[in-house]
């Protein structure tokens, strides 16, 4: 993987204070156990959260599936994609909601079609772009463009990511009360994506304390399923397959790790400045 | 999803010490990526380092064994445990450098024949007692009881680690220079039992890529060091079970840790050595 190879930056980002998030947090493989995960191929998909099931996800603090990383085919041809991060307790929650909101606004030099350095910084390797359709709020989806081969030279995919509410799909106050009554905050919403080709994920994760101290992230995607009034309905166009999967789970799991090595740092230098800073 | 029983109680005497309320500490089972790799049974003895290549394990730094954290049995009936671990933020080496002191000491209402309660909180499931052989440091071996199935009932086995300087298995003063000014720290020892039996242990904590010190560390059940060499000692006991406890053990005592140590610290840096 060529993730530790970084793209050249264009003059105008290369000028902005922002680059050195850039430039200076490298890129880091995943960790060796991770590797060692992925090393023994596909899991068995009956560890797998059916889609069908897919709130199952939400558990609560302490409770974990038998497989929390890992990726394998469904029968039905769809996909499954299990990822697991520690977020360690110097790293305040916080500032990583934060820059999840404040990466949508591009700085004020940017240059339009050179992407949003505020993305990039994220995954140098593979991110491009990332914005509100609405220009506004996330109300409308978030739009981004992004490839998932580490810099290997896959083309980047448009995506728009939209808004689903859980409680359509049997997530009841009852549950709610569960989960939070063992310390964990409840997100009613999820997204699912769309692509510039056809072909559609349905994605949850559950960011909750860590019984080892910190937080700790547990994403999934349902490759090939989207949420309809309802209902989840399968969309047999959406390619996919191992190899997709596998590196599906690598790229979200360098990057949330990526994530954790500059977030406090950008933070403590961006959260007073304009929306817009440079 | 493990779950663990409640740790033993304490004696009355114990309970009186201030020092008990870090043994309420709630213990976790591993976390659920080692709990993953343990799950999936023994490795593959191919993807183990051989006891006479223990040297291998010094990689440069960001490489890794293709394994770093299982157990298998050896096709010569010697085991084999491979761990990886990485610092956490709340620890500092002084905190880590103090405990690893403090606790071979035992406070002033510590009764004997109840075991160490300094030992006792950092694995409440398992640990009993912890002293220097000789009462002042380790340069005569450090002496531990305990279990390694998590309070399952098993007898506790008294043993003593013994450090050993690796210059003497393949390591020059060069080339230990070397590796200290990578970040590097080297620890080579063995363990003995009191009942018939060996352990080679090996450790390599270096700087970890993605920030802090990662620590991969080895132990070839069966083993152990003799004039510069290692012998096979074959009335070693060892079965696929104990190895798994082992890998499940150390990953909890080391996950464990941090959940308490800071605020010990803090609590009993100042005071005198015997404080309770």
């Known amino acids: 993987m060529s993730y530790s190879t970084l793209p050249e930056l264009f003059p105008e980002e290369k000028a902005m204070p922002l680059s050195k998030y850039y430039y200076n947090y490298p890129m880091n493989d995943l960790g060796p156990i991770e590797k060692q995960i992925l090393a023994a191929g596909p899991m068995n998909p009956e560890k797998a959260i059916k889609p069908e099931d897919f709130l199952d996800l939400y558990k609560p603090c302490g409770e974990y599936d038998e497989v929390e990383m890992g990726y394998c085919m469904f029968e039905d041809g769809s996909g499954y994609v299990a990822t697991y991060t520690r977020i360690p307790p110097n790293v305040d929650l916080k500032k990583m909601y934060w820059y999840l909101g404040w990466l949508n606004t591009r700085p004020q030099s940017s240059v339009l079609g050179h992407g949003n350095l505020r993305y990039k910084i994220w995954n140098p390797a593979d991110h491009w772009d990332h914005h509100y359709v609405n220009w506004t709020d996330g109300s409308n989806g978030i739009f981004t463009t992004e490839s998932l081969d580490l810099g290997e030279g896959e083309r980047k995919y448009d995506t728009i990511r939209h808004n689903y509410n859980l409680r359509d799909f049997g997530l009841s106050d009852e549950r709610i009360k569960e989960l939070t009554d063992s310390g964990c905050k409840v997100k009613e919403t999820a997204g699912w994506e769309t692509f510039d080709i056809p072909g559609v994920h349905l994605t949850l994760a559950q960011i909750r304390p860590c019984p080892l101290g910190g937080y700790e992230r547990r994403g999934r995607e349902w490759i090939g399923w989207r949420p309809l009034g309802g209902e989840l309905i399968r969309d047999p166009r959406t390619h996919c397959d191992n190899d997709y999967l596998k590196k599906v789970v690598i790229h979200t799991m360098i990057e949330w790790n990526h994530m954790l090595t500059f977030v406090n740092d950008l933070y403590d230098e961006y959260h007073d400045q304009p929306i817009d800073a440079d | 999803m493990m779950v663990l029983p409640k740790p033993p109680k304490l004696s009355p005497e114990e309970k009186k010490m201030p020092l008990s309320k870090y043994y309420d500490v709630p213990v976790s089972p591993p976390d659920p990526l080692r709990q993953q790799l343990i799950d999936a049974g023994p490795i593959n003895p191919a993807d183990a380092i051989r006891p006479e290549n223990f040297l291998d394990l010094l990689m440069p730094p960001g490489v890794y064994n293709k394994v770093e954290h299982g157990y298998c049995m050896m096709p010569d009936g010697s085991g084999y445990i491979a761990l990886y671990q990485r610092s956490d933020p709340r620890i500092s080496d002084e905190m880590m450098g103090w405990y690893m002191r403090w606790m071979n000491f035992h406070s002033k209402s510590m009764v004997p024949g109840q075991g160490n309660l300094r030992y006792k909180i950092w694995m409440p499931l398992d640990h009993i007692d912890h002293s220097y052989v000789n009462g002042k440091d380790r340069s005569d071996g450090i002496s531990t009881l305990e279990t390694l199935d998590l309070g399952a009932g098993s007898k506790p086995i008294a043993s003593i680690h013994h450090r050993i300087d690796v210059k003497d298995y393949g390591l020059s003063e060069e080339q230990i220079k070397a590796y200290a000014a990578m970040g590097y720290s080297i620890r080579i020892a063995w363990e003995s039992f009191e009942i018939p ?56 005592e080391h996950a464990h840790l941090p959940k308490f140590l800071p605020k010990l610290y803090e609590e009993y840096k100042d005071q005198p050595l015997d404080a309770d």
């Open chain 2, 197 to 252: 039996g060996s352990h080679f242990c090996f450790d390599v904590t270096r700087p970890c890529p993605l920030g802090g010190m990662e620590t991969l560390s080895r132990e070839w059940i069966g083993w152990r060091p003799a004039d510069g060499s290692l012998v096979r000692d074959e009335e070693t006991p060892v079965d696929e079970e104990y190895l798994r406890n082992i890998v499940i053990h150390n990953t909890i």
